[in-house]
């Protein structure tokens, strides 16, 4: 999916070890459809040769305010005139005391100053050693750069490049491509708490062994992902997939129904909007052995009983939490057949204001899906698309009633 398609993007790069990360992010940005234009300062050079990101680019590199090719000689206004969004990474500590001070006395930094400050948005994805991170002077520059209308990226925490351990490393180009998509999204859901269940649940029948189900938990974490875009907090409850968690997005990893169901209640009374995707495994071993079950040899099979799982998703819809304006409750259904009517009916014993309903084999694992949302008033379509672009439709769906329930 050409995500950033139409998209003219600035990158900047500052001086800094991670220049060499900002050649992939550049080849990330440019698979993903946008027009990138990089402008970089004379440190950055010392980390990265212009030709490289030239080529990746498939644009010459601004580098000079005196670049006398540039027909107005202005190249600090051209830059941004057609811009979507300028991105700094690296953002060094220099360059963000910079960017406070409005100082301008190189090509970069007088772009961002000249850049249409309501039009064009600027992210920075700052990069640096951990002390320099934590010193007084650079939270204080970033807290201003950030007051002065400025996205501050996270940084990550780990090894540095120095030998030291700790915050201050910029983000992985993907991380950063997924913080620039998710600027041009919509913030429909700007303020709300939301609480996503995802994935199956592993009910144990002894230590190897247990029973689960095909859910590959793609469609939960894309609606996570697509909250987050919308500007939600976002917290997903996930049961055993191997899934990389969606950037920005609290995870918490469960194995059983019933520790999704602890999990969930532990959260839900701090969460406005409950999204159930998980596919819960419906019943359990009544009792799980604590050692493995061996065969003994005689051909007989052993006995298994199992007990129902408690239903999460009514347990919380029925709720006076659920049943109250605090909280949106959302269903889903995985059919075999009937689907209409088996959501709608589900709906009903759930409780929920809205169901919604696939055909469970032919979405489980499979990277696009086809949602039927079933409310009070009847049924809609969302029609076959990739899960991340049905996500964000059903998100858009929901902030739509939250909205008219007031
Ligand atoms: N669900 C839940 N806890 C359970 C079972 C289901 O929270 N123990 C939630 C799912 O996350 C989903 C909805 O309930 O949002 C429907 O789940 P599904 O398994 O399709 O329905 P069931 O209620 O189990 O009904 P059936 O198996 O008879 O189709």
């Known amino acids: 999916m050409k995500e950033l398609a139409g998209k003219h993007i600035v990158l900047g790069l500052t001086g800094g070890i991670a220049c060499y990360k900002s050649a992939e992010l550049c080849r990330l940005l440019i ?126 925490c780990g090894e540095q490049a120095c030998g030291e351990s700790g915050d201050g490393r910029m983000l992985e180009p993907q991380e950063l491509l997924d913080e620039l998509i998710a600027l041009f999204q919509p913030k429909v859901l700007a303020g709300q708490k939301v609480l996503v269940t995802a994935g199956p649940t592993y009910e144990a029948i002894d230590p190897v062994r247990g ?22 907090d976002v917290t997903l409850v996930a049961g055993p997939v191997s899934l990389a968690s969606p950037y920005g997005v609290q995870r918490v990893n469960v194995r059983s129904a019933s520790d999704m169901l602890q999990a969930v209640i532990q959260r839900v009374d701090d969460a406005s909007i409950f999204i159930a995707t998980a596919a819960v495994a419906d019943w359990r071993a009544a009792q799980a052995s604590d050692q493995k079950i061996k065969k003994d040899g005689s051909g007989q099979t052993p006995q298994l009983s199992f007990v129902e799982n408690p239903d999460i998703l009514a347990t919380v819809a029925q709720s006076p ?9 959302v269903g889903f259904a995985a059919e075999s057949h009937d689907l209409q009517a088996n959501a709608q009916a589900k709906r009903l014993r759930k409780g929920v204001p809205l169901l919604v309903g696939n055909i469970g084999p032919a979405t489980f694992g499979q990277d696009d899906n086809a949602l039927l949302l079933v409310d009070e008033s009847g049924a809609h379509e969302l029609a076959r698309d990739d899960k991340l672009t049905l996500a964000r439709k059903l998100i858009a769906n929901i902030a739509d009633r939250i909205q008219a329930r007031g």
């Open 321 to 329: 939490r659920g049943q109250s304006r605090a909280l949106f409750c």
């Open 31 to 156: 698979k993903a459809g946008a027009v990138v234009q990089v402008v970089m300062t004379s440190a950055a050079e010392q980390f990265i040769t212009p030709i490289t990101m030239q080529a990746l680019s498939q644009r010459p590199v601004a580098l000079s305010q005196w670049d006398a090719r540039e027909a107005n000689n202005m190249a600090h206004i051209n830059l941004t005139r057609q811009a979507d969004a300028c991105l700094i990474a690296p953002c060094s500590a220099d360059f963000i005391a910079k960017l406070a001070q409005g100082r301008a006395d190189d090509l970069l930094s007088l772009m961002c100053l000249a850049r249409p400050i309501d039009k064009v948005p600027l992210l920075i994805a700052p990069a640096m050693n951990r002390e320099m991170w934590s010193h007084p002077t650079t939270r204080r520059h970033l807290a201003q750069v950030a007051q002065d209308g400025a996205v501050v990226l996270g940084v990550g």
């Open 211 to 232: 029973i689960t189900n095909l859910s590959s938990g793609k469609m939960g974490f894309a609606i996570a992902r697509a909250a987050r875009e919308a500007g939600a």
